[in-house]
């Protein structure tokens, strides 16, 4: 196995945080969070990656509130879109290969089919919008890049939306109401991390745009009910419609990505997403 120098973009967040923790016994990685650099400064984050040299760089850092987008546009385009286009052109300019982590809000929602890499995405929310503007200054900037979609994440240590759903109902919460009418893929920070380590460990060079969402769909409401059952919650969840819970950003009615482009380079395919969430309720320390 070829060790490598990995630099990660908001290698504190969430994902960074699993990729660092699984990646450190192989690779030698460089965390480039907000404590360390910025990646909206190009000059500065320039600077900053021209001294690591690496040989890739996993681009996890965006502004990720969904709702908080709606309201701070500006932020959301400077970090997601433009933030994007300044680590694609550093990548290029120190000849490293980018991975961008990017999202199923990219689609609209409105097919009833999973939608593949190759469909065309139509994001209707500012955070999607943004994330997509960002996929584009990847294609234009970077002669080497792997664009990698992932959807309803949660990981060690959240904020997800099953952290909020432990914490309501071990703060005794009775009836917890959660939409039933929006289909997806939860997928795990742990399965992304083991992906993407494949991904680059393997013998092939992979370019181009691939979703890594978990196996398999649920709704919200049924993804609250598996992980109350798993954590052995008595929990009263009540099944409710997206206009019945409000919310500022327009989100996918069906969020479900097929993972076409593992499957046409005979790559194995992602973990049912019930088996991923089991393995996250066991281990996470609630
Ligand atoms: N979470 C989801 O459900 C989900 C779903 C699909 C796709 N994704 C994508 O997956 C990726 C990782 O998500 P996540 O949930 O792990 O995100 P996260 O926890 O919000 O981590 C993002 C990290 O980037 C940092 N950051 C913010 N501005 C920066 C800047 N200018 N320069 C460098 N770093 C900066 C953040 O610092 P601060 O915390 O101080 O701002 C944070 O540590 C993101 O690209 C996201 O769009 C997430």
Redesign the pocket.
Same mark, same amino acid.
């Given at each position: 196995m070829n060790s490598k120098k990995i630099m990660i973009?908001?290698g504190?967040?969430?994902?960074?945080r699993q990729i660092t923790d699984d990646f450190k016994s192989e690779h030698t990685i460089y965390i480039?969070? !907000?404590d360390d650099?910025? !990646?909206?400064d190009l000059d500065r984050f320039h600077k900053f990656t021209k001294e690591i040299n690496p040989d890739i760089i996993i681009h996890?850092?965006?502004?990720?509130r969904v709702d908080g987008a709606e309201t701070e546009s500006d932020f959301a385009y400077k970090?997601?879109a433009l933030?994007s286009k300044n680590v694609a052109v550093v990548a290029e300019a120190v000849k490293a290969k980018i991975i961008y !982590?990017?999202?199923?809000?990219v689609f609209d929602g409105v097919s009833s089919k999973p939608y593949n890499e190759y469909d065309t995405p139509n994001p209707t929310s500012v955070y999607g919008k943004s994330?997509y503007a960002g996929e584009v200054f990847v294609k234009e900037n970077s002669s080497d890049y792997l664009i990698t979609r !992932?959807?309803?994440?949660y990981?060690l240590g959240g904020p997800?939306f099953l952290h909020t759903m432990n914490r309501l109902s071990v703060d005794g919460v009775n009836e917890l109401k959660v939409v039933n009418d929006q289909i997806g893929n939860p997928t795990s920070?742990i399965a992304v991390s083991r992906k993407l380590k494949s991904l680059i460990n393997s013998d092939i060079d992979l370019k181009g745009i691939f979703h890594l969402t978990c196996e398999g769909s649920t709704s919200w409401y049924d993804l609250a009910v598996a992980f109350f059952k798993l954590r052995g919650f008595d929990q009263k969840v009540t099944p409710c419609s997206s206009l019945e819970y409000k919310t500022s950003a327009k989100r996918p009615a069906n969020s479900q990505l097929d993972k076409m482009n593992l499957r046409l380079h005979n790559l194995e395919q992602m973990p049912n997403w019930q088996d991923a969430l089991k393995e996250f309720v066991d281990i996470e320390n609630w």
């Open positions: 973009t908001g504190r967040g969430m994902l960074g480039a969070d !907000i650099t910025d !990646i909206t996890a850092a965006a502004y990720t970090l997601n933030g !982590i990017s999202t199923d809000y994330k !992932i959807s309803w994440l990981g997800s920070t």
